[in-house]
């Protein structure tokens, strides 16, 4: 939840403030699961992690993680955007874990985007059926996770933009993948 007034705000810097795209194409969904925003919770409404839905190599059969990869609309949405735009590099918000995590070839890009905000670089491991393992391990596009400390969903949106904006906005100028 914390993570979509981040993403508004990027959006309205960007509109005033074109230049800094620099000619590069910049996709931002705000929000991936709009259930889970409106009721508060992980899940979709049918109970599904979207961040397990995705087919990755290391995806496994739960009941949590939808009855086949790609079978909630929110999932379909995400990879449909993977495959249209192909993207250089994914970032991806989340709660509570306080850190930057990577999968795939993301390290260098975790460790400049640390650089300007106060999250560490803490490698956590894909994560069956996720973005990051489909996107970062199965296809080789460099993704963070931006994991946001638990409190930051109570902090302002100008909060959240001065102390985390300048790392979404390293992320999208980029730099060397290792």
Known sequence: ???????????????????????????????????????????NRRG?????????????????SGAAA???PEARVLHDVLVRFRPARIVSLHEPLACLD?????????????SVCPLPVRRLGGRPGSLGSFAGEDLGIPIITMELPGSAARWSSARLWS???EALLVAVAGVPTS
């Open 1 to 43: 939840a914390a993570g979509t007034p981040r993403v508004e705000r990027l959006i309205g810097v960007w509109r005033a403030e074109p230049a800094r795209r620099r000619g590069r194409t910049v996709v931002l969904v705000p929000r991936a699961n709009p259930d889970g925003m409106h009721e508060g919770m992980r899940g």
């Open 48 to 64: 599904v992690d979207l961040n397990r839905n995705f087919p990755a190599r290391n995806r496994r059969e739960r009941a949590t």
């Open 70 to 72: 790609l079978s909630e």
């Open 102 to 114: 990577y999968d795939g070839p993301g390290m260098s890009l975790a460790v400049a985007m640390s």
């Open 163 to 165: 102390t985390y904006g």
